[in-house]
């Protein structure tokens, strides 16, 4: 019998983990896979993120469900286990490519 309540706590708790926010209507430019020389980001519609940056000779990575937005900074994790991405320019067109400004790095969308 324990073995069996156990199961059901780890499924629910895989649920709730790959419950992300999906991407409000408002901020669809957010959408796709952004990248620069040291970072990387993926924001899917469904609200799945994934993150990697190299900084200082340390690789930081997250992956997780987008939690929402606050103004143009968006918040991804679990409870308190949440990162929140700091956006200093949202996304907007500058020639043929995409950019947003996440963290003081400058990314270009490559993949919608």
């Not at 991407?23 to 796709?32: E, H, T």
């Amino acid at each position: 019998m324990k073995l069996t309540k156990l199961l059901v706590l780890l499924t629910l708790m895989g649920s709730l983990i790959s419950c992300g926010k999906p991407v409000p209507p408002d901020k669809a430019s957010y959408v796709g896979e952004w990248q620069s020389k040291t970072m990387y980001l993926l924001i899917t519609q469904d609200g799945s993120v994934r993150y990697k940056r190299l900084k200082a000779g340390a690789t930081t990575s997250v992956e997780g469900p987008l939690k929402g937005f606050t103004g143009h900074d968006f918040e991804v994790g679990v409870g308190p286990m949440a990162t929140t991405f700091v956006v200093a320019k949202p996304p907007y067109q500058d020639g043929n490519d995409w950019k947003m400004v996440v963290d003081e790095v400058e990314l270009v969308r490559t993949a919608n």
